[in-house]
């Protein structure tokens, strides 16, 4: 079935809690990358996922002809959510 973020008010507490007070650290970007989402990695799909909530009926949307279904290039800069990318193997464009 489909992917359902899961929810609670804390949970987004702490997701914007480690947004706005969280440390960044480290020599590499991959390092300050890393340091920014470990307190929040466990919470930030669900988090995200609801903040874009209209994202999936948008692109569900699109208007692709038929006989060009799959040979249409969709560059999705910060795809980010897990869901996002189940929605994409499941409505190609």
């Known amino acids: 079935g489909d992917w359902k973020p899961e929810y609670t008010f ?35 799909d669900g988090y995200r996922s609801r903040m874009l909530h209209a994202r999936v009926p948008l692109m569900s949307r699109l208007p692709v002809e038929a006989d060009r279904k799959g040979s249409v290039v969709w560059v999705d800069l910060g795809g980010g959510a897990k869901h996002w990318f189940a929605h994409h193997q499941r409505f190609p464009i």
């Open 10 to 44: 804390m949970g987004d507490m702490k997701v914007l809690g480690a947004m706005w007070f969280g440390k960044i650290a480290g020599d590499s970007h991959q390092d300050r990358l890393e340091s920014f989402y470990k307190s929040q990695a466990q919470l930030y």
